[in-house]
């Protein structure tokens, strides 16, 4: 089981959250882009063999979003959000 | 000259079975060859699970292609072939998916004769144990385009599903999620995973397919041109101007290393196993709003899957709250099966496109050919690799499967099947 770092309520079982998603590039202007890179917007996600950086929303806790690093291969948390150990 | 000594491949029947008992099993012939390694193939396939294994059979079996290698980096049906539930099912949601399935599906049952290996297949019904309504009408809409493609899929009343599963006696009137009704898919079956992967291996490798395990590749070589020209593994390159990626959960790992980006992310699945009981249920059950399902082995073990883990993973166990949750779950409907003592548990890395649908494709590198994206892969087998086998010979997608290549991504024309797995 993850322990969760959030910045509010420290490291929290992972029971209590919802995964969010891996963190993608910010959303670009569709007119200003290409097509290829508006596709590969919409559709591409981060998949590494390694850290990701993904969103949790703490859904059964204190309702705050937050972001960390965590590795695919060893669910080790990498960098958690400022302040937490 | 190099001289290829391709075994006959012996026919496993009642008589052979008396012949060798008579010399006491000492002399049956190895199921496959173990060959050393060419520097160079028409064709190399990375991964030897059960897409890959099939792919190079019916490369071989239908196009005549046999200077095939399959490679694995661990052991041959090792991977997700051995880490799954061997659920074998077409009640998918959409026009493009359900007629692949039904294909797969009646390619299964004809399998054992195919290859000449008991696959163990048992047609043995799924039903789904609806508690939703939001669920049923999903399933309600899945089985009017399913009746289009001759698939199965017919709802029963809880009674009747009680009658069929006496062991469901959760989900009354006081719980939660009471029982609404059931859906029952006939088609839907169970067979031996060890079985497919062997067999396969072993009709393939007696057509001419070399079958190397415990060769790493660590990345594809591109030609001058640009095209494929091999792959570089752990006992050096292998060139082929056609090369099948076949690894499930590591698909990008590698793609990366020509260049590509694919929509797709690695995500981890679990299942265990029970101790053996006598026979108790002899459906698939399916519990998609409870979030678990089960069948029992013919040795009798309860065979248990649930939800996958959240986030990415390349990870191969199993988290223990996932592993709570489904139990959890599963006694909410079966509490009987509380005296159940488990006895393995294992988990599978798999990959899964940004529409929940398989990716079958030549990619942007000429030459280089993917399969991913198959979650519940198992089912597939049969007609992926067909299908992969098609488009490996002919540069042209097979018709069952010509919705499913990357272009749909490029033209934002999905085949939305989130939401008919147990993907969330």
Same mark, same amino acid.
């Given at each position: 089981?993850?322990?969760?770092?959030?910045?509010?309520?420290?490291?929290?079982?992972?029971?209590?959250?919802?995964?969010?998603?891996?963190?993608?590039?910010?959303?670009?202007?569709?007119?200003?882009?290409?097509?290829?890179? #508006?596709?590969?917007?919409? *559709?591409?996600?981060?998949?590494?063999?390694?850290?990701?950086?993904?969103? #949790?929303?703490?859904?059964?806790?204190?309702?705050? #979003?937050? *972001?960390? #690093?965590?590795? *695919?291969? *060893?669910?080790?948390?990498?960098?958690?959000?400022?302040?937490?150990? | 000259?190099?001289?290829?000594?391709?075994?006959?491949?012996?026919?496993?029947?009642?008589?052979?079975?008396?012949?060798?008992?008579?010399?006491?099993?000492?002399?049956?012939?190895?199921?496959?060859?173990?060959?050393?390694?060419?520097?160079?193939?028409?064709?190399?396939?990375?991964?030897?699970?059960?897409?890959?294994?099939?792919?190079?059979?019916?490369?071989?079996?239908?196009?005549?292609?046999?200077?095939?290698?399959?490679?694995? +980096?661990?052991?041959?049906?090792?991977? @997700?072939?051995?880490?799954?539930?061997?659920?074998? +099912?077409? @009640?998918?949601?959409?026009?493009?998916?359900?007629?692949?399935?039904?294909?797969?599906?009646?390619?299964?049952?004809?399998?054992? +004769?195919?290859?000449?290996?008991?696959?163990?297949?048992?047609?043995?019904?799924?039903?789904?144990?609806?508690?939703?309504?939001?669920?049923?009408?999903?399933?309600?809409?899945?089985?009017?385009?399913?009746?289009?493609?001759?698939?199965?899929?017919?709802?029963?009343?809880?009674?009747?599903?009680?009658?069929?599963?006496?062991?469901?006696?959760?989900?009354?009137?006081?719980?939660?999620?009471?029982?609404?009704?059931?859906?029952?898919?006939?088609?839907?079956?169970?067979?031996?995973?060890?079985?497919?992967?062997?067999?396969?291996?072993?009709?393939?490798?007696?057509?001419?397919?070399?079958?190397?395990?415990?060769?790493?590749?660590?990345?594809?070589?591109?030609?001058?041109?640009?095209?494929?020209?091999?792959?570089?593994?752990?006992?050096?390159?292998?060139?082929?101007?056609?090369?099948?990626?076949?690894?499930?959960?590591?698909?990008?790992?590698?793609?990366?290393?020509?260049?590509?980006?694919?929509?797709?992310?690695?995500?981890?699945?679990?299942?265990?196993?029970?101790?053996?009981?006598?026979?108790?249920?002899?459906?698939?059950?399916?519990?998609?709003?409870?979030?678990?399902?089960?069948?029992?082995?013919?040795?009798?073990?309860?065979?248990?899957?649930?939800?996958?883990?959240?986030?990415?993973?390349?990870?191969?166990?199993?988290?223990?709250?996932?592993?709570?949750?489904?139990?959890?779950?599963?006694?909410?409907?079966?509490?009987?099966?509380?005296?159940?003592?488990?006895?393995?548990?294992?988990?599978?890395?798999?990959?899964?496109?940004?529409?929940?649908?398989?990716?079958?494709?030549?990619?942007?590198?000429?030459?280089?050919?993917?399969?991913?994206?198959?979650?519940?892969?198992?089912?597939?087998?049969?007609?992926?690799?067909?299908?992969?086998?098609?488009?490996?010979?002919?540069?042209?997608?097979?018709?069952?499967?010509?919705?499913?290549?990357?272009?749909?991504?490029?033209?934002?024309?999905?085949?939305?099947?989130?939401?008919?797995?147990?993907?969330?």
């Amino acid at each position: 089981m993850l322990l969760i770092p959030c910045p509010l309520c420290g490291k929290r079982s992972e029971s209590e959250f919802i995964h969010g998603g891996p963190v993608g590039a910010d959303r670009p202007d569709p007119n200003a882009v290409s097509d290829a890179e #508006w596709v590969d917007y919409l *559709t591409v996600a981060p998949n590494p063999l390694g850290p990701v950086q993904e969103k #949790w929303w703490h859904a059964r806790g204190c309702g705050e #979003w937050l *972001t960390i #690093w965590r590795d *695919t291969r *060893t669910h080790d948390i990498v960098e958690a959000p400022d302040g937490i150990k | 000259m190099m001289v290829n000594i391709i075994t006959i491949m012996q026919k496993y029947s009642a008589f052979s079975l008396a012949r060798n008992a008579l010399s006491g099993h000492r002399n049956w012939p190895l199921a496959w060859r173990s060959p050393p390694l060419k520097d160079r193939y028409d064709v190399v396939v990375i991964g030897a699970g059960g897409h890959g294994l099939a792919t190079a059979y019916y490369l071989a079996k239908e196009f005549g292609i046999t200077d095939v290698a399959v490679l694995e +980096r661990g052991w041959l049906g090792g991977g @997700n072939i051995a880490r799954n539930t061997v659920t074998i +099912r077409s @009640n998918y949601m959409r026009d493009e998916s359900i007629p692949f399935y039904v294909k797969s599906v009646a390619m299964y049952e004809g399998l054992t +004769r195919e290859l000449n290996f008991n696959m163990m297949h048992s047609k043995r019904t799924m039903v789904d144990v609806v508690q939703t309504w939001p669920k049923l009408r999903e399933l309600r809409r899945r089985q009017l385009v399913m009746d289009i493609y001759g698939s199965t899929y017919e709802q029963i009343t809880t009674e009747e599903m009680r009658r069929r599963i006496p062991a469901l006696t959760g989900g009354g009137p006081e719980a939660r999620l009471p029982i609404i009704c059931g859906m029952v898919h006939t088609d839907a079956g169970v067979n031996r995973h060890d079985a497919v992967a062997w067999g396969y291996a072993r009709a393939a490798d007696a057509m001419g397919v070399e079958i190397h395990q415990q060769i790493v590749v660590q990345s594809l070589v591109r030609g001058a041109d640009g095209a494929i020209d091999g792959v570089e593994t752990s006992r050096g390159t292998v060139r082929a101007g056609k090369v099948v990626v076949a690894v499930s959960g590591h698909t990008t790992t590698l793609t990366e290393t020509a260049g590509l980006r694919l929509p797709l992310r690695t995500m981890n699945l679990t299942a265990f196993v029970s101790e053996p009981v006598q026979p108790l249920v002899d459906v698939i059950v399916n519990c998609p709003d409870s979030g678990f399902y089960f069948s029992q082995s013919d040795k009798g073990e309860m065979v248990i899957g649930g939800a996958p883990d959240m986030g990415q993973s390349f990870r191969r166990d199993i988290k223990q709250h996932v592993f709570e949750d489904t139990v959890t779950a599963m006694l909410s409907l079966f509490p009987s099966f509380k005296k159940l003592k488990l006895m393995r548990q294992w988990g599978g890395h798999l990959d899964i496109a940004h529409d929940a649908s398989p990716i079958m494709d030549q990619t942007e590198v000429p030459g280089l050919f993917v399969t991913a994206g198959w979650w519940g892969g198992y089912k597939a087998i049969p007609a992926g690799g067909l299908t992969l086998a098609h488009l490996v010979a002919k540069g042209e997608p097979h018709p069952l499967m010509d919705s499913f290549t990357l272009d749909r991504f490029r033209h934002l024309d999905f085949v939305m099947e989130a939401g008919t797995t147990t993907a969330r």
